[in-house]
């Protein structure tokens, strides 16, 4: 396979805290740079196109946006009806005096950065406004513009005169309606553009890519599964699990092995409402200890962490304690959540749906048991290495966790076929699927 300059979309890159497409598209990145390709990234900052080089590498990770200027009606008008003529993508140049070591996780290292103020939200704009999408060219650089234009999730926008695959992760928004708030009519025109333009449709699992030829009838031929990786940093899977034991402990007064971990966006698919529900049905005395932000349509999910079931008894720097059996933080650094997964007694994730589930994975990689669901590719991911429940039945969740809970000798045979499930979505896998796919694309 030759060596290639591979662009990919920077849109949930340059999120703050990123999402799991973030993840997605940050281990991309990394997999195509081991495989010594020419990685490219496209970023489109709200603000940009100065003529001095170090102002356009500043507004890649500016923290502060200036005000966005008045628009006449006729600016305005022009703003939302020209990107689909087209954008041009320019270079930027690495000044060098920038340090963005501190943001690292959302400008990871690439070759060749292009940008364009705002493309993908005007791009966004202009398909919600008059349904076509818009094309982008490379200006001019040196010989540098890509052989491949990977884009990671659906954005209405396709690279003039280069290949263009298209990532789809799930048609999760169509198979559960109630539980997303994308506009659903939009969400299925743009990934039927995708399919229809694409030299190749890239997803994270079979059930996925089964879903996409039932939907839209694509050919088998067209969609490559290249599932995911986990690639965590060395320093943090060389930590013994006596260091991470006095960690949680002396962080979060939590015992090794003593408490139940979900983590992930809270939002209707991820089942936490019955999590909780099934949790305190099941009478286990370890606590439960939630990581995730809110995100849509989560007043039901989290409906059980505010009444008067559970006596409320201290809320303090963002972390709610019901009497310790419940804790909830938004967030957690990416060190501090490898800690807390690796010290849980188990993962609670049962979703009602998912295109693969980087819980399990993540979960299985560090050595942690995990109860999941029967739905979606989480069977696929979790093969026999985990206990799997009707996400739909709460006794049958409770159940589970109770087994889970009393019985070390099941959580010790978990712990070590997850290791063995978890080494078929190796970095190394990975990678072999990605050269197949590139072999192809180009």
């Not at 196109?49 to 507004?59: T, W």
């Not at 696929?380 to 206990?387: I, N």
């Amino acid at each position: 396979m030759s060596r290639k300059r591979i662009c990919i979309d920077g849109f949930n890159i340059a999120m703050p805290r990123g999402s799991g497409i973030a993840t997605y598209a940050r281990n991309l990145n990394h997999a195509l740079r081991d495989l010594g390709h020419q990685t490219q990234i496209l970023y489109g900052p709200p603000h940009g196109g100065s003529k001095v080089p170090l102002l356009d590498e500043i507004a890649l990770v500016n923290a502060w946006a200036p005000p966005v200027k008045q628009w006449s009606k006729l600016g305005s008008y022009l703003r939302k009806t020209v990107p689909p003529f087209g954008r041009t993508v320019r270079q930027v140049s690495r000044t060098g005096f920038v340090d963005t070591r501190q943001v690292e996780r959302n400008a990871p290292p690439s070759d060749v950065v292009w940008s364009s103020r705002d493309v993908f939200h005007g791009a966004n704009r202009v398909f919600n406004n008059f349904g076509v999408c818009t094309p982008v060219r490379f200006a001019r650089a040196g010989g540098e513009r890509p052989d491949v234009m990977h884009w990671t999730c659906p954005l209405p926008m396709k690279a003039k005169g280069v290949p263009n695959v298209y990532t789809i992760h799930d048609l999760v928004p169509l198979k559960l309606p109630f539980s997303t708030l994308d506009n659903k009519r939009r969400f299925y025109q743009m990934c039927r553009w995708q399919c229809w333009v694409a030299d190749r449709i890239v997803t994270v699992s079979q059930k996925s890519a089964e879903d996409i030829m039932e939907v839209f009838g694509v050919e088998p031929s067209r969609i490559a599964v290249t599932y995911q990786a986990v690639d965590l940093p060395p320093r943090l899977l060389a930590q013994t699990d006596e260091e991470v034991a006095r960690s949680i402990e002396g962080a979060f007064g939590l015992r090794w092995r003593g408490y139940y971990l979900f983590f992930g966006a809270v939002e209707p698919k991820k089942n936490l409402a019955r999590i909780i529900e099934a949790y305190l049905a099941s009478g286990v005395e370890a606590p439960l200890v939630i990581i995730g932000g809110r995100a849509w349509l989560d007043e039901e999910e989290t409906r059980l962490l505010y009444d008067d079931l559970v006596e409320v008894t201290a809320i303090k720097r963002g972390l709610l304690r019901r009497t310790d059996r419940i804790r909830r933080y938004d967030y957690m650094p990416l060190a501090t959540l490898v800690r807390l997964i690796r010290g849980a007694r188990a993962t609670l994730l049962p979703s009602l749906y998912e295109g693969f589930g980087l819980p399990v994975l993540e979960s299985m990689l560090l050595r942690t048991p995990v109860l999941t669901s029967t739905a979606g590719s989480l069977p696929e991911v979790a093969g026999d290495a985990a206990v799997l429940v009707d996400p739909y039945d709460a006794l049958a969740i409770s159940s589970a966790i109770r087994t889970l809970d009393s019985d070390e000798d099941l959580r010790t045979e978990l712990i070590e076929k997850g290791a063995h499930q978890a080494a078929k979505f190796s970095p190394e896998a990975y990678r072999a699927r990605l050269v197949e796919l590139y072999g192809e694309a180009g």
